[in-house]
């Protein structure tokens, strides 16, 4: 991977230090840690969380200021570090898309059906099946909710706390991944969506994108989901499993 230049990278420390001003062992320190930062994002076949690089790095390094340092290294390279939610992943460079694409295997489109169940999810959430079934109009067959989340975008997130305890649905670090976003809120807005002609016709005057709940939190009227209540209720995803 990318050659660390100390003169690139380690220009000064938070509080304005120059590399020469500071204590000598901090950098080395610093130095390791970005080495042992870079391997483990680079030999991990899914993004890595801070807190696993933080048990591996040594005591006293601030893994998301290196991380953020190592980002912008590797941002006009062919390969890019990015940021998905609190993990980090390399990636090829946006831009270079045509370049791979030419190679990639055909990858089997999502119907039109778990498109809009996928976009309601993701901008609704945390939301029951009954809610995405009253925002789209027609019924929603658990073979869509299936492929969703075989494709491991959609989670079972909680119960809510109203009559029936109904199961809330959100999307998972893999949605963020696959699609590019650091967080819930890098969602394409109202401006965005019109200017990709997503969004035509006339919209009302009080139109607003809906903004999903960040995070793994709960909402105040959600409950825990256990997998006893998955086992109880016939939801165990497809591969047998509860979505984490």
Request: aromatic share 6%; proline share 6%; net charge negative.
């Amino acid at each position: 991977m990318a050659e660390i230049r100390d003169k690139d990278f380690f220009l000064e420390s938070d509080d304005g230090e120059s590399p020469e001003e500071r204590d000598p062992a901090a950098v080395r320190a610093e130095r390791e840690a970005v080495r042992i930062a870079e391997a483990l994002v680079f030999a991990s076949a899914g993004p890595v969380s801070e807190n696993f690089i933080a048990d591996r790095v040594p005591r006293g390094i601030d893994v998301g200021a290196i991380m953020r340092r190592l980002k912008e290294d590797y941002a006009p390279r062919g390969v890019n570090l990015v940021q998905v939610d609190d993990h980090w992943a390399f990636r090829t460079a946006a831009d270079l898309s045509f370049a791979i694409r030419k190679d990639e295997a055909e990858v089997k489109k999502l119907s039109r059906a778990a498109l809009e169940v996928l976009a309601i999810i993701a901008y609704h959430q945390p939301v029951t099946r009954a809610e995405i079934e009253d925002i789209r109009g027609v019924q929603t067959s658990k073979g869509t909710l299936d492929v969703l989340m075989e494709a491991g975008w959609v989670r079972f997130r909680g119960r809510r706390r109203t009559p029936g305890r109904p199961v809330t649905l959100g999307t998972t670090r893999d949605f963020l991944d696959h699609f590019g976003l650091e967080e819930l809120r890098d969602l394409p807005g109202l401006e965005e969506l019109k200017g990709a002609g997503l969004l035509s016709g006339r919209i009302p005057a009080n139109f607003n994108i809906p903004l999903p709940l960040m995070g793994d939190e709960l909402a105040e009227d959600e409950d825990p989901i256990t997998q006893l209540d998955l086992e109880e209720l016939g939801l165990l995803t497809p591969g047998g499993e509860a979505d984490e």
